[in-house]
Nanobody, 125 residues
Framework: QVQLGESGGGLAQAGGSLSLSCATS????????MGWFRQAPGKEREFVAS????????HYADSVKGRFTISRDNAKNTVYLQMNNLKPEDTAVYYC??????????????????WGQGTQVTVSS
């Protein structure tokens, strides 16, 4: 397991943008699968995006495809989630997750073993 820390959440207007970061210290993430998940009040946690750090392959939930971009920076050991054209329904706590092995789908939170504390994203209409 690794310790993850998210930053960059906040308040945005509909149509605006926010960028989230997820970093760790003391261990390289270069062998990890990284994911972003979110949980809105009263709702189940849902998959947002993932990236295979080794090859950069990314997956997105249909609800964010074309609006959100996941990327990683090897030098900074950080994964990002660029969120554009935000909608009120994007309001949630966003969590970063990591796993060095992926035995199942990257879209299931159960397949990750390290989680950040979460960062709040609020989109006003």
């Amino acid at each position: 397991q690794v310790q993850l820390g998210e930053s960059g959440g906040g308040l945005a207007q509909a149509g605006g943008s926010l960028s989230l970061s997820c970093a760790t210290s003391g261990r390289s993430l270069s062998d990890y699968y990284m994911g972003w998940f979110r949980q809105a009040p009263g709702k189940e946690r849902e998959f947002v995006a993932s990236i295979n750090w080794r090859n950069g392959f990314a997956h997105y939930a249909d609800s964010v495809k074309g609006r959100f971009t996941i990327s990683r920076d090897n030098a900074k050991n950080t994964v990002y989630l660029q969120m554009n054209n935000l909608k009120p329904e994007d309001t949630a706590v966003y969590y970063c997750a990591a796993s060095i092995r992926m035995y199942g789908s990257v879209r299931y939170g159960e397949n990750y073993d390290s989680w950040g504390q979460g960062t709040q994203v609020t989109v006003s209409s």
